[in-house]
């Protein structure tokens, strides 16, 4: 089975390495080596594809014709000139100017397509021909012809998280993360249509609305059009590399006649079945009159200050985000959490007009350090213009700055199962319950695999290394009057516990052993002579125990998700949750003067529960701390090793 964490962690150290030791800005290496990326997904679909034409090819002399620009256009895919191939940019002799070859793959591929025109980096002359070279190198990775173009498309996505913060230290902010925005997807559900970003950044949006869409049947371009505007144009181009490396297309406008304040250059005012968005917050400075000039303000103009600015546009964005849907069109933005509870006359208008109109679907807070340049909280706004039955009159509100998983000391964000988890409220709220059930089975499917194939990677552990013993499996169902969830949860805790103590006795036995003889003894006994020596032995006890280990959390983080959410809502009864969730009606929101501020209506959860939860997410923080320190120490000692090595001792 092939890592593929691992491979995009090696791919960036690897690249990341060969920038520090060069003089280049984030900013200078960013574009160039993404666009390297995208040449080489690009030569591996070439390739697929290719290989899909020649198999009814004619034949001349009994050679088959070569495939031409005009063969590939047919099927919808991007022909590469064979000067614009990895392959042959790779073979290039140390003499060539490799800069200038790069430079000019791109113009070729720009030749073939007009979206990509003028979009593609052309510095690579900037780079020095060793560099470049490695790079060549590193993405000509022998596993990715492996695993394909959706994981190139999967990585490409990884380098853009990577470079997020680095090049956001050199002003150039483009990335939203990933888990909100795939939580803006599964609420709003596209399925076919228009949708528009109007301030699309590198098209996230896109390309998970793409992913979404992407799992029914049929192709995505058949079923949705994207539009986007974005006022960077470094961004757009970004976003146009991101859409092509994802096989989607789409129209992109850039530039200052793009500024979404001032203009909706698609003439898309009413048209729109999805808006996605994650806008800049809190903008001010932005001139009023140009503003209403451009129209979209459905509920009027937004406060106005003395100079004829507007001094803080987030209504201006709402405002936009609601005037460009039709009667039954849905968006899901990002927005700054003051917004929920803006004073400002007009902003509190605005609020209540949206209400009355029924358009506020759900609103869900979301806790700190999501975004990888700002610490501060937000929030997901939803509209619904044409909400299900079960929904109509009623806004759901989600408190979710309690639940989130902890990347590192200054990055959270939602799991697989934590995003399914909160979708999973909605489905309930919009009276979805056999979504909700669907979920359940999910869970207990993979589970119940997890703990089948887990099971016998120990197994085969106990089996190698320490040469007896296996695991009771029917000890899962030991508590009978359990939940399923419950009884997962305990077993893959267990399991956890079990590994890491096994793993730990046999490496400190024979560490415990003085003499390098003795311990090779040892390694010989207890694996029944398969290994000659106590450093082959321990170097393959610790590849398997760690991808058991790995497996084993990642199914223990699911079983914990499930317990979560079936003692809440059971087998799919809605039911508001102290500190969680609450649906409220339009008398209760003009009540508290119609504030959409999650908090005011979800409540405080009980003294336990808060506790516990602060308790976890501090545990979390810490192991979190805990395994980047430990890391850290481990390439310290592998450093020194190595010195030691050098000098002959």
Not at 221 to 242: H, I, P, R, W
Not at 449 to 469: P, Q, T
Not at 510 to 527: I, T, W
Request: glycine share 8%; charged share 25%; proline share 3%.
């Amino acid at each position: 089975m092939i890592d593929i964490r691992k491979l995009e962690s090696e791919l960036w150290e690897a690249a990341d390495d060969l920038r520090a030791n060069s003089k280049l800005t984030s900013n200078q290496y960013c574009m160039p080596v993404l666009g390297l990326i995208f040449l080489r997904y690009a030569h591996i679909r070439f390739k697929a594809v290719e290989a899909v034409i020649m198999e009814d090819r004619s034949v001349r002399g009994g050679v088959p014709l070569p495939v031409t620009a005009d063969d590939f256009r047919e099927v919808g895919a991007l022909y590469l000139p064979p000067e614009a191939r990895y392959d042959y940019l790779v073979s290039l002799s140390e003499d060539s100017n490799l800069g200038e070859a790069v430079n000019y793959a791109m113009e070729l591929v720009e030749g073939q397509s007009k979206v990509l025109s003028g979009v593609l980096p052309r510095s690579y002359t900037d780079f020095s021909d060793d560099l470049l070279s490695n790079l060549l190198r590193i993405f000509n990775n022998e596993t990715l012809e492996k695993v394909g173009g959706d994981v190139i498309g999967r990585i490409y996505e990884y380098f853009l998280s990577k470079f997020a913060p680095a090049v956001a230290s050199d002003d150039g902010v483009f990335f939203t993360p990933k888990s909100l925005v795939q939580m803006i997807v599964n609420v709003i559900e596209p399925k076919e249509g228009i949708l528009l970003d109007p301030a699309c950044g590198s098209g996230g949006m896109f390309v998970q609305t793409g992913e979404f869409v992407g799992k029914g049947k049929g192709g995505v371009s058949s079923k949705m059009t994207f539009y986007g505007q974005e006022k960077v144009d470094y961004n757009a181009k970004l976003c146009l590399m991101n859409l092509a490396v994802h096989g989607l297309s789409g129209s992109v406008a850039a530039g200052n006649e793009a500024n979404s304040f001032y203009h909706d250059v698609f003439g898309l005012e009413g048209r729109c079945d999805y808006v996605m968005a994650n806008p800049p917050f809190n903008v001010d400075k932005v001139k009023a009159e140009s503003c209403e000039a451009a129209g979209r303000l459905p509920f009027g103009m937004v406060r106005v200050n003395d100079a004829g600015e507007v001094s803080n546009a987030n209504y201006l964005w709402i405002s936009y985000f609601y005037s460009y849907l039709h009667e039954r069109g849905r968006a899901g933005f990002v927005m700054a959490s003051s917004a929920t509870d803006s004073g400002a006359k007009e902003d509190k208008a605005i609020r209540e007009s949206l209400v009355q109109a029924d358009a506020v679907d759900v609103i869900v807070a979301v806790g700190t350090n999501f975004f990888y340049t700002k610490s501060l909280p937000c929030n997901l706004w939803f509209f619904d213009r044409c909400k299900s039955e079960a929904a109509r009159g009623k806004t759901l509100f989600i408190d979710a700055r309690k639940y989130f998983h902890v990347v590192d000391r200054t990055h959270n964000d939602w799991t697989r199962w934590q995003l399914s988890n909160l979708s999973a409220i909605v489905y309930l709220y919009r009276g979805e319950v056999e979504r909700y059930a669907e979920l359940l089975s999910e869970y207990e499917e993979y589970l119940c695999s997890a703990e089948g194939s887990l099971s016998k990677m120990r197994n085969a552990l106990l089996s190698e290394f320490m040469g007896c013993g296996v695991l009771d499996e029917g000890s899962l169902f030991g508590c009978p009057d359990a939940h399923a969830s419950v009884r997962y949860a305990a077993y893959f805790s267990r399991l956890l516990k079990d590994v890491e103590e096994e793993v730990s006795s046999v490496l400190a036995e024979g560490k415990a052993l003085s003499g390098s003889k003795k311990r090779d003894s040892y390694a010989a006994e207890v694996s029944n002579g398969r290994y000659s020596s106590w450093k082959q032995f321990s170097t393959r006890l610790s590849a398997m125990s760690e991808e058991l280990l790995e497996g084993i959390r990642d199914a223990a983080e699911a079983a914990e998700s499930f317990v979560w959410l079936y003692e809440k809502f059971g087998d799919g009864v809605y039911a508001d949750i102290p500190g969680l969730c609450y649906i409220a009606d339009a008398a209760e929101i003009a009540e508290k003067k119609f504030s959409l501020t999650p908090g005011s209506y979800v409540g405080v959860p009980p003294v336990e529960f808060e506790e516990f939860s602060v308790f976890q997410s501090r545990m979390q923080e810490i192991h979190a701390e805990l395994s980047s320190l430990q890391a850290e120490s481990d390439e310290l000692m592998r450093r020194i090793e190595r010195n030691f090595e050098d000098m002959g001792l």
